[in-house]
């Protein structure tokens, strides 16, 4: 799946609790929507050349269920301002589905090993570690930021 879309204002939720997100108003999209939950993404600003990794949640986030459903990425390694920028994100591989945690500590919790997972199967994609199913193919052949 990719999306092509503009940076919109959120509920500020992921700043707060220490995972900024990038909550992306789809504008166009290639592929069939997948179900919601957390992904490894690549995340590309401005029709930048490089990617940046990124943990994407796709849904309704259950734990604070305010507002409409969301497609958001919190980029690791990439800090500033993207209101209202033109982005790419590209859905590379699932991670697990989206849950309701018993408090927002909780959730920061899971997303600190989201985001760990995601930088370490980048990672490990890129140093050829892992299998070569269709997900690391793609990460492989993807220019990254540094992170």
Excluded at 4 to 22: C, M, N, S, W, Y
Excluded at 50 to 66: I, K, R, Y
Aim: proline content about 6%; cysteine-free; charged content about 25%.
């Amino acid at each position: 799946m990719i999306i092509d879309g503009i940076v919109e204002q959120g509920k500020h939720l992921g700043r707060k609790l220490g995972f900024p997100t990038a909550n992306v108003a789809p504008r166009a999209a290639v592929g069939e929507w997948p179900r919601n939950g957390v992904y490894a993404a690549a995340f590309w600003i401005d029709g930048d050349a490089l990617a940046w990794p990124g943990m994407l949640n796709q849904g309704v986030h259950p734990t604070a269920p305010e507002g409409k459903p969301t497609v958001e990425v919190n980029l690791i390694g990439f800090e500033g301002d993207l209101y209202d920028r033109p982005v790419r994100v590209e859905y590379l591989r699932f991670l697990r589905l989206e849950r309701r945690f018993e408090s927002l500590d909780a959730l920061a919790v899971q997303l600190a090993r989201d985001r760990n997972a995601v930088r370490t199967w980048i990672a490990a994609s890129l140093a050829g570690e892992e299998p070569g199913d269709a997900a690391t193919r793609r990460a492989r052949e993807i220019e990254w930021h540094d992170f």
